[in-house]
């Protein structure tokens, strides 16, 4: 086996993602939408992505001595620390690249130059590239408006997550899309649960038929006189051989809200 066998058995596998066309074993499609829907999800992304990008990105010049000093002219200084493309700042542009490598494993940029200078850095949607081999080198495939562009690795800011090849990082949003899914079907179950629910308080009966006119004027006596905040934990006093009974929760459907709490 050559040296570069190792890298030509992967090109097929350029993509994790691909397993996101398919359901989870939830049978909720997940998707960065969805998985960002989820508050744990969320929290933890909103948090990694806002700290790098509020980290000072600065450039120093050492000298011979052990010194150093910030290297303000630097030609990559104000790409990097302050503006790296016209419409982005810098901290917006760590912040989106951090995003993607937190739910996608992989960040992209283009490396725009002018007369061999870098005067900017675009990013690149991730679900948009693929990373295939070309000899020594990867070549990065980028789909847009339609179009399939091609850039050298001298082209491509590439910073990936954990790898299994070095080549490209491990989807999360793929790898763990069947406990996004699970997390985003309970919360719709509860939520269901809570709007449709139909299980009362409590159950007044008798051994006595009631006639349409008594029921509907007992119905309005117990919520007068026990409905609505000031009216809680009144006692209550029956007769006519009414009973009152109690109606809880099943264990079920309390074990299912419980289990959302792992989701938060």
Not at 110 to 117: K, P, Q, T, V, Y
Request: some cysteine; proline content about 5%; glycine content about 8%.
């Amino acid at each position: 086996m050559g040296f570069l066998d190792f890298f030509k058995r992967k090109r097929n596998w350029a993509n994790l993602d691909k397993f996101l066309d398919r359901p989870s074993s939830s049978g909720v499609n997940v998707n960065e939408t969805v998985a960002l829907g989820i508050p744990a999800v969320y929290a933890c992304v909103r948090v990694l992505a806002e700290s790098i990008a509020s980290l000072p990105l600065i450039t120093y010049e050492r000298f011979p001595n052990g010194d150093k000093q910030r290297a303000t002219g630097f030609s990559l200084y104000p790409i990097l620390h302050d503006q790296p493309n016209p419409i982005m700042t810098s901290l917006e542009l760590r912040e989106l690249l951090m995003g993607h490598l937190c739910l996608r494993g992989n960040s992209y940029c283009l490396i725009e130059r002018d007369a061999g200078a870098v005067v900017a850095l675009w990013p690149l949607h991730p679900d948009r590239v693929t990373v295939e081999v070309d000899g020594r080198e990867l070549l990065y495939i980028y789909q847009s408006d339609g179009k399939e562009e091609k850039y050298r690795m001298e082209d491509i800011l590439h910073i990936r997550g954990m790898s299994s090849d070095g080549m490209i990082g491990y989807s999360p949003l793929a790898l763990l899309r069947d406990s996004f899914g699970h997390a985003k079907a309970l919360s719709a179950y509860s939520a269901n649960f809570f709007k449709n629910g139909a299980s009362p308080g409590g159950i007044l009966s008798t051994p006595n038929a009631l006639k349409p006119e008594a029921l509907a004027n007992l119905r309005k006596a117990w919520a007068e006189g026990h409905q609505g905040k000031g009216n809680h934990h009144r006692v209550a006093i029956l007769d006519g051989d009414l009973k009152w009974q109690s109606v809880g929760i099943s264990p079920e459907d309390s074990q299912m809200i419980e289990s959302q709490i792992f989701c938060r």
